[in-house]
């Protein structure tokens, strides 16, 4: 080692210019070798004798000073270079879900992936199944679009025979599949003048189970006619109907049809009554019917948007989208949140969430459903392919907007 770095020159602070290179190295090679200990007795005796800085130091001995600062933290282990593409074909082809939904349909979704997209590398595939959430928002941030945009009110109200149904306001406790929450949407196009196309909406409340049907107006008979149908295709029993205080269901044909249900003998052995519960929401009050009033944005503003469908033609075409392939993708392969328990503490609500699932997968999970009806829906379920329903979802829809838009 030279002189200059054992002795100060008139007092004068020794920086890094005045030592050779071969004194650096040196003093990096004993660094290098010294325990714990001994480098922090260096670093000491440096700071002493030369007066650097401790930071500065480290720097130089650690081969840092020619670098950019590197953040601290643990490495990034999904590179957009790497889990993006697939991650962004996933996101648009399930509607862009929510961080929360995606990660549970990833599982879901990714085996039709592959054969609609080739197969993926290993570590990508793996890297996609045990993504989390929060990574999920960090790497759609720069591409998520947002659509807000509100809808008109179409609900009159009907007085005739409001005062003959209660009003239910909490649907949170129920414990099996059968009571629906219905809801109408209007595809007026900002103005409710005149006749147009209206989508009709009935939820499940404890599976989720959605099932949609478009008819022209709001008449009474027409309402019901749907509503028939959907029953129909559901996988339950209808045991109870809640609606808002709309004149399409407060009438006397759904009135007269639902006290039939109620007269007629249940011939299922079962625990569950096979009394029919026909009730109302507040008016004003949309969180009452909160589980079908979110789906009236997932399963119909998102489907078909805001534009106005006055043409008779339309019904028919969108009910065969309805009916089935819309049907199925959103009852088979579309996770929704189910609130399990909610608890006020103060002046706020601390609400916990069940793991996302398909409608579909509460149904095969629930024991009140026949056994049956779930091989039915097995089978049913064992043919579908996601990316092929969307494929003709789109199809569809381009002949739809051909009259919309002609």
């Known amino acids: 080692m030279s002189k200059s770095m054992i002795k100060r ?16 190295r040196f003093i990096k090679a004993r660094y290098h070798h010294s325990n714990r200990a001994e480098k922090t007795k260096l670093l000491n005796e440096l700071c002493d004798l030369y007066g650097y800085n401790r930071q500065y130091l480290l720097q130089v001995l650690n081969n840092l000073t020619d670098k950019r600062y590197v953040k601290k933290g643990p490495r990034v282990k999904y590179e957009p270079t790497l889990v993006l593409n697939p991650l962004k074909k996933l996101w648009l082809a399930t509607d862009q ?36 959430r929060a990574t999920i928002d960090r790497l759609l941030k720069p ?4 659509f807000r945009r509100k809808s008109r009110c179409g609900t009159k109200p009907g007085t005739l025979i409001k005062k003959q149904i209660p009003i239910k306001l909490n649907n949170e406790h129920v414990d099996c599949p059968g009571f629906i929450e219905a809801d109408t949407v209007a595809h007026c196009g900002g103005s409710l003048k005149d006749d147009f196309v209206w989508s009709i909406t009935l ?29 129909v295709c559901l996988p339950f029993n209808l045991l109870g109907f809640n609606c808002d205080n709309g004149s399409e269901f407060l009438n006397w044909h759904l009135m007269r049809y639902f006290e039939g249900k109620n007269n007629k003998k249940s011939k299922q052995k079962s625990k569950i009554k096979s009394k029919f519960f026909l009730s109302r929401s507040r008016p004003y009050h949309k969180d009452d019917n909160a589980h079908v009033e979110q789906k009236n944005w997932t399963h119909v503003r998102q489907l078909f948007g805001y534009d106005r469908f006055d043409n008779k033609l339309l019904v028919d075409l969108m009910n065969d989208l309805y009916r089935n392939e819309w049907s199925l993708l959103q009852n088979h392969f579309s996770p929704s ?29 629930n024991p009140n459903i026949p056994k049956i009806k779930k091989q039915q829906l097995r089978k049913i379920h064992e043919k579908l392919n996601p990316f092929t329903l969307q494929k003709q979802i789109q199809k569809k829809l381009k002949k739809i907007f051909n009259y919309v838009h002609p």
């Open 337 to 365: 949140m189910k609130l399990e328990k909610k608890q006020r503490i103060g002046s706020k609500y601390h609400k916990k969430y069940e793991a996302p699932k398909t409608p579909y997968q509460r149904i095969m999970e």
């Open 9 to 24: 020159k008139n007092g004068a602070k020794i920086t890094k210019s005045k030592l050779k290179e071969q004194d650096w």
């Open 143 to 146: 591409i998520r679009a947002k």
């Open 97 to 132: 879900m929510c961080s929360r939904r995606l990660k549970a349909a990833i599982l879901l979704w990714l085996p039709y992936y592959e054969q609609e997209y080739g197969l993926l590398p290993p570590r990508v595939k793996e890297l996609l199944i045990n993504i989390g």
């Open 203 to 231: 939820t499940d409340i404890f599976t989720g189970w959605t099932e949609n049907r478009a008819t022209w107006g709001k008449g009474g008979e027409g309402v019901l006619k749907n509503i028939k149908d959907i029953e």
